[in-house]
């Protein structure tokens, strides 16, 4: 398919479309649309990144007549800033069509009126129980996220079913990878669902491995990727690079980003155009063809090529990063990497942390190294009985990852809960200490150690001049040494610790008063 309207959709939602910047459907939205505007169930193998929303959105609103005054679609997330997050993305596409979108949970005017609901199953629950939202009249129920939906809220997900007549409304599942509990609601509540992509073609499960092609840069980014560009453009031009070539989604996606880096004094033009260290692109046939044969023939350090939007499919990461993958950085946040890990192995690429990161990446090694010599040396045979069930719940790969995530964090904190000393210093005096305050606490999932690995990776401040983290509910407390607390403060400011933004500032109580007293060695840390 070369379009949507070859896809069948409407004129005024291709227009809508057209004016957003998309005209051209990626892989799972070629094969998804078909099928849902007949109304058909199916379960969506993807993720974030390959164009899930639209593949499931766009029929809904072909099919719901716009009315605006109860919701016949519903969309099921895994919590309210999700619900949130896409119901913003569809509202500007759904406002072309005369469609109303809302989200419960969220400061959203009256969104129990809207054509299409994001909510959470609990939310949802209680606004059907409230009468707020009539469950008669739904005609269609996605799982956006189903595998954790359905590990942590499958009850109510079912009796959000049962009060729809789900033998009568559409049911969408989205998911990537289909754990267990995901094919356990299928073979429950969808018999007849369509598996898209299907299963027995997938490349996955091909049973030949594709050809390695190579080992592919990831930064995964946290904070929004607008900034996470700024930085990798800086880091690689000055680190030898004469052009970037940068591929983004859209031709207004594009657009905004050139408008980030212009702003920035990064100046950005038409791939090829020698006047421009940043080259911007979307087609990547057509970049290459403007461009000539210089990433073929030029040194991976000369021209980068970097993704800020994840490729949809394989045969377009392929497109873009095939020529040099190791002079290629793919910019990802979290919620994205399985959908990207899936079509770099349908591909043939490996996927490596960009080395950009520094002593992120020395880390990472050296951890992979343990790893590696505890496999090759330990006896590690009563492991495997005592996480056998829980591997066949989840699948290796996430009990790992999840196994690798706990040590990190207890490691963490072993270094936060552990006095130190602090070393000699040339003269008598011992260092003051004063009170920094920090916007988040408890509450947004905080832990000490994170705290204290955000202040020493983002300042280069020693862990020995951080003292007492005291966490509160909304807030946090750090005590530093004076001579580095406008440093820290400074660093801070703006930065992400677990997601959240941080604002940071001198403690109003302290100011800028030694916190204890002066001492030789920080406060003990809890």
Not at 4 to 29: H, I, M, N, R, Y
Not at 195 to 223: I, K, N, T
Not at 344 to 358: C, F, H, K
Not at 439 to 460: C, K, Q, W, Y
Request: glycine residues 8%; charged residues 25%; hydrophobic residues 40%.
């Amino acid at each position: 398919m070369d379009s949507f309207e070859d896809l069948g959709l409407p004129p005024l939602l291709v227009e809508a479309l057209a004016a957003g910047g998309l005209e051209t459907p990626t892989e799972l939205q070629a094969l998804a649309i078909p099928v849902l505007r007949r109304g058909h169930s199916a379960v969506l193998r993807g993720g974030p990144g390959a164009g899930v929303l639209g593949a499931y959105a766009l029929p809904l609103l072909e099919r719901i007549e716009p009315a605006g005054s109860i919701p016949c679609a519903i969309v099921l997330t895994t919590s309210r800033e999700r619900a949130r997050e896409l119901a913003v993305s569809l509202a500007e596409l759904a406002a072309g069509t005369g469609h109303r979108v809302g989200a419960l949970g969220a400061p959203w005017a009256v969104a129990t009126h809207a054509d299409v609901l994001f909510s959470t199953p609990g939310d949802l629950l209680d606004a059907i129980k409230g009468s707020e939202v009539k469950s008669s009249r739904i005609q269609a129920v996605v799982l956006d996220g189903a595998s954790h939906l359905l590990e942590e809220d499958a009850e109510r997900v079912t009796s959000i079913l049962q009060a729809s007549d789900e033998e009568d409304i559409q049911i969408v599942v989205v998911s990537d990878p289909l754990s267990q509990p995901v094919r356990d609601f299928v073979d429950q509540h969808m018999r007849r669902a369509v598996f898209l992509p299907p299963e027995a073609s997938s490349r996955e499960e091909s049973d030949s491995a594709p050809v390695a092609r190579g080992r592919l840069q990831v930064r995964v980014v946290e904070e929004n990727k607008e900034d996470a560009l700024l930085a990798t453009a800086a880091a690689l031009l000055e680190g030898g690079a004469r052009h970037l070539l940068i591929f983004a989604r859209s031709e207004d996606r594009a657009a905004d980003m050139g408008d980030v880096l212009a702003l920035h004094g990064f100046l950005a033009g038409a791939p090829g155009d020698p006047g421009f260290p940043i080259w911007l692109g979307v087609d990547a046939l057509e970049a290459r063809k403007s461009i000539g044969e210089r990433l073929e023939t030029r040194s991976g350090s000369e021209v980068r090529v970097v993704s800020v939007d994840v490729p949809p499919d394989a045969d377009e990461l392929d497109r873009r990063h095939g020529s040099n993958p190791e002079a290629s950085t793919v910019l990802v946040r979290p919620r994205e990497l399985p959908h990207l890990k899936r079509i770099a192995r349908e591909a043939g690429y490996e996927i490596l942390p960009d080395s950009s990161t520094g002593s992120a990446m020395v880390e990472v090694q050296d951890f992979l190294e343990d790893v590696s010599k505890a496999i090759q040396t330990q006896d590690l045979a009563p492991y495997l009985v005592l996480l056998e069930p829980l591997i066949r719940k989840r699948g290796s790969t996430e009990v790992a990852a999840a196994l690798a995530w706990l040590l990190r964090q207890k490691t963490s904190r072993d270094a936060a809960d552990s006095p130190t000393t602090a070393p000699a210093r040339s003269g008598d005096s011992p260092p003051a200490w004063v009170r920094i305050f920090l916007s988040i606490g408890e509450r947004d999932g905080v832990r000490p150690g994170d705290v204290l690995g955000a202040i020493t990776g983002e300042t280069g401040v020693s862990g020995d001049q951080v003292g007492r983290i005291e966490l509160k509910d909304t807030f946090t407390r750090v005590e530093v040494e004076d001579s580095v607390a406008a440093r820290v403060i400074e660093s801070l400011n703006g930065t992400s610790i677990r997601g959240r933004s941080v604002r940071a500032d001198y403690d109003r109580g302290e100011g800028r008063r030694r916190a204890a007293g002066s001492r030789t060695q920080p406060p003990r840390r809890k």
